[in-house]
């Protein structure tokens, strides 16, 4: 069956879905800086079966960094960290918590994206990507139609 990516989801948005977790693949939530022109941003992500670090794959909550001070990057980690636990590993200009708590749910996420917004002056913009559901249960888990990235078959 098909992958669907919903983008350019607000916080708010997030309220309203009812989907089947299970068929959430992974997620994101782009915590942007104003002016957005200067590309300041931290993105916190998931993937359901791990994201890649060196030849292995991670659990657990990720996020990547960009233009952000490298001294305000402990306080992101620790907030991360007090809500989801994991092991801090670095690569690059990304920080996995290895282990962490997994969230799949539209409330965590939008609950979690509206605390990074207060918390690291930031505006949050959230992606999804499901798959094995039918245009007809997307429907029904209220996701808008208008914000469909559709997703080429295997």
Not at 1 to 20: N, V
Not at 61 to 76: A, G, M, S, W
Request: hydrophobic letters at 35%; aromatic letters at 12%.
């Amino acid at each position: 069956m098909a992958r669907s990516r919903y983008w350019k989801i607000t916080p708010d948005e997030m309220d309203g879905f009812d989907y089947d977790e299970n068929k959430l693949l992974n997620w994101e939530i782009k915590c942007i800086r104003e002016p957005e022109d200067e590309a300041h941003f931290i993105g916190v992500f998931m993937y359901r079966h791990g994201t890649a670090y060196d030849y292995e794959s991670v659990k657990g909550i990720c996020y990547f960094h960009n233009n952000i001070d490298r001294k305000e990057l402990p306080k992101v980690t620790s907030f991360l960290q007090g809500k989801f636990n994991g092991k801090e590993m670095e690569k690059g200009e990304r920080i996995f918590l290895k282990d962490s708590k997994e969230i799949f749910s539209s409330k965590d996420i939008g609950a979690l994206a509206k605390e990074m917004e207060v918390n690291f002056n930031t505006k949050a913009v959230i992606s999804l990507e499901f798959e094995d559901l039918t245009p007809e249960q997307l429907k029904e888990a209220g996701m808008p139609e208008a914000k469909i990235l559709p997703i080429p078959g295997k």
